[in-house]
């Protein structure tokens, strides 16, 4: 399958982030934790111009501990400032206040020579469904950002102040404008990065099988029971949609309702905690 998408909303999103570039002081850059790598769009790079960056590695509820911890090690000794946060529950607000008050401690301290207490404006980074929305959410007492799970949700632009000295500006979630590497794209598809109406939702998901009978093989078994894979992706598909139910009159099987059923064991965790993407 080849993804090529990028919708004109995503270069109006790109230009207004432009634009708000010289109002802000610094960025957090939101990674989902399952595809930390895939997650970095090399657009944002050209727009960040060398601004302060706060790594979040997010969800990191849905992968195995140790290689959350693992890409934040990787982080790390690139010299980069970067936390592991599960932004559906409340309390990482201390850590991430403090981090980027750490990374923005040369410009608060020039404006406090001048007597001024600086207010850091960060811009909140990253592609679609990874969490921006839902981690504002989490840092704020009441309930302002957009979340929903559905790429492309957050349009607009808006301030919003968790804490005293620190103002954050979400961002609609926005992808690469090509993808030169298709496995990437592919992750991004897995984790609902990319629109799933121009998605192959079969081809897709006989990817996701793939993957895990290459990685997480016990997983298959856990599930559907698969305890041999097929070489024909149509096979997969059908023992799944069989083990599942999906049987149409006649009895063939519905394989597109077996294919999204796939997609969406992965993305609601069904097959507990995995990563996409190894450091
Ligand atoms: N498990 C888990 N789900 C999350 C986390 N952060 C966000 N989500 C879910 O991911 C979906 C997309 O979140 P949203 O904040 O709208 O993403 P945005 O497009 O980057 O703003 C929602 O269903 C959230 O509940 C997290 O840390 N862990
Ligand atoms: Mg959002």
């Not at 079969?202 to 097929?230: G, I, T």
């Not at 063939?252 to 507990?272: L, N, W």
Request: glycine content about 6%; overall charge positive; aromatic content about 8%.
């Amino acid at each position: 399958m080849h993804i090529h998408w990028f919708p004109g909303h995503m270069t109006k999103a790109i230009r207004m982030m432009q634009k708000e570039m010289s109002v802000v002081d610094s960025i957090i850059y939101v990674l989902d934790s399952r595809a930390p790598l895939s997650s970095i769009n090399p657009k944002f790079d050209e727009i960040i111009n060398a601004k302060p960056i706060l790594y979040i590695l997010n969800k990191a509820d849905m992968v195995p501990k140790n290689e959350v911890l693992k890409w934040q090690r990787y982080f790390e000794q690139q010299g980069k400032k970067c936390l592991v946060t599960n932004s559906t529950q409340k309390g990482g607000t201390k850590a991430i206040v403090e981090s980027l008050l750490e990374i923005n401690s040369q410009v608060i301290e020039r404006y406090r020579n001048k007597g001024v207490s600086k207010t850091i404006r960060a811009m909140v980074l990253g592609v679609p469904n990874c969490g921006k929305s839902t981690l504002i959410n989490s840092l704020l007492s009441r309930s302002k950002a957009l979340t929903g799970n559905k790429p492309g949700l957050t349009r607009g632009k808006q301030w919003v102040s968790i804490d005293k000295y620190i103002d954050l500006m979400d961002t609609p979630g926005t992808l690469y404008p090509d993808f030169e590497d298709q496995h990437k794209a592919r992750n991004l598809a897995f984790i609902g990065s990319i629109n799933d109406d121009v998605l192959d939702i079969v081809e897709l998901a006989s990817e996701l099988l793939v993957f895990l009978n290459e990685n997480y093989p016990d997983k298959l078994v856990e599930r559907y029971k698969m305890e041999s894979f097929f070489q024909n992706y149509w096979e997969n598909l059908e023992f799944v949609g069989k083990k599942r139910g999906f049987v149409m009159r006649g009895g063939d099987i519905d394989i597109e309702k077996t294919a999204m059923a796939v997609i969406q064991d992965f993305r609601k965790q069904a097959f507990g905690k995995l990563i996409l993407e190894k450091v």
